[in-house]
């Protein structure tokens, strides 16, 4: 029989009461020793009741579904984090991309909290399109029962600003769901906000104390959660931006081409700036310094250089947005510039004007503090990255169109671009993050062909992946489609493209220059006079990339991978849709347009 073990001489007792209880533990039973504990239990038990402080009974885990739309990623990280935080607050949640199921998600749980972002011009991120479409449609599912919270993304620079945050918002209501907490509409500068809105809401929604013994997860048929993503942010973010130096600064485009593209070395010796081909860096720019000075002239306080500089570094001085004008309008009293901040009015007006147009236009006397409440903080633009760390090794390269146009005698410019092409000179710095893609990525396998289809800047992510492919030795063929005006002033990184072509490891280029010929050809005119070979390629399990201009070239090119596919399938273009989707589910279909 095992010996007993005494109680050691540290217990919390006397040392003649450690000899007592060792002497009536040594002769106990096993029986006895049992009905003993659970009599000392239960006397605590029931002390604790009758007393003051009882202890917290723990919790049940509540099921939860987390659902985001998104593009550039921002509701996606944001989703991810109020996963944590849902934990914290005792729910068991998982999150879902609305490109990866359907609506029928929305009835899996009680609590639905929703991240969207709006895109194009008030529509929903590409990938979320059927959901947000099916959603909307009369099949949508009943919601009744279900508690739900939207926080909605957006640039209050876009005229339908968190139009699609908005929407999905009142059809949650429209369809039985109860809102548990009111939506919220962030700009551009949405982190702080973002986090307090997820704790706040999360910490309404938590399930109330449930009776002891309770605290098991309820389980929930959860397929198509996306895999735990480690949330984390990059190290460096647009709050927290690396100095990276400005190493070289090149215009790509030959004298006399209607283009201004630039090509940006940034180097950096931090090991922690980690990017991979496919993301975007992110640049936060200094306002030109003669934007800066021309406001401060229209609102009468010229000669503040500590303003001057704040307005500089830390402030949106250009994007023309409804809010700001209304906030002038109210600040000022000025009928004229509300009637501006109106419906189509604001829209006409904001179409070729900036910010400080709106000054300069309705100049009035301001104070430094009443000047910066109107404005909002500066925001970042990104730049897919043009180069591979694997290559480059310290460096990241960017490929950046020139932003500039005239107002009558008044010449407007983008901010970030000319920042870069006027005003920035190698050896000097610049802020810089990154914002990973993870929806715009090469395949893991290096075999896979790739098929990049890209006009203007849209080359640069293109350039990424040919030098990472080239440095990992993968074997998969790649085929390039570009787009430009004219061959002899705008073929951007040509002489890279023949070396690349030359060692093998880019195997097909065919291009489009509009402007060479009477009519117009463009990268989907070449795509649909090889789609013979393209049809081939997609059926060799082929991924197709497209980045660039979504306007004026994504659009058209999604429509003739439509109609290519549609051909192989008798010419039904539904069945050509589909298909296009199947491969987008499959990743083989990924798109980083602006
Ligand atoms: C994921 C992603 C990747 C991107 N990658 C690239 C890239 O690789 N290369 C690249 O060049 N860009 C890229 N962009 C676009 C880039 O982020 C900037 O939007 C672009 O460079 C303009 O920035 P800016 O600061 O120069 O102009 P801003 O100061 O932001 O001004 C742009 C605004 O000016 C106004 N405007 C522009 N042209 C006119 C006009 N003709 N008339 C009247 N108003 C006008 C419009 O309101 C426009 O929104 C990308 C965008 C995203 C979201
Ligand atoms: C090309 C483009 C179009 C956009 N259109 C809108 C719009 O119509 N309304 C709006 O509020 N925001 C618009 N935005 C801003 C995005 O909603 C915002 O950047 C958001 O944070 C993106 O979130 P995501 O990364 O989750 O996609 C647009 C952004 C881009 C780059």
Redesign the pocket.
Known sequence: MAAVPFLPKNAPFTVEDINLLNELVARSTPLQRSWLSGFLAGLDAAQAQAGAQPAAPPRARVPMTIL?A???????SLALKAKKIAQKHNFDAKVFDMADVDVSVLTKTKHLLIYA???????P?QRADDFYKALMSDAAPKLDGVTFAVLA????S??????TGRLIDERLEALGGKRGFDRQDLD?D?AKQAADWTEKTLAKLAPADAPAGSNTVVHVDFKGAIPDLDPSEPEFTAENPLQAEISALVNLNGTGSSRETWHVELAFDNPAFVYNPGDAIGVLPDNDPAVVAELLDAVGLSGDTGLAQKLTNEFDITALTRPAVAAYAKLTGRADVEKISQGDAFTAYAEDRQLVDLFVDHREKLQPDQLVKLLRPLPGRLYSVASSPAAHPGEAHLTIGAVRWNRGDVKRKGVTSTYFADRRKPGDTARIYVKPNRHFRLPEDGNRKIVMIGAGTGIAPYRGFIEQRAEAGATGESWLFFGERNFTYDFLYQLEWQDFLAAKNLSRIDVAFSRDQPEKIYVQHRLWQQRADLQKWIEDGAHLYVCGD?KGMAKDVDATLVKILAETAKGDEEAGRAKLKELAKAGRYQRDV?
């Open positions: 985001y998104s593009e550039s990623g921002n509701c996606e972002a709006t895109w194009g011009e008030g529509d991120p993304l957006g640039d209050t876009y005229v339908n600003f968190c139009m551009l949405f979504e602006y």
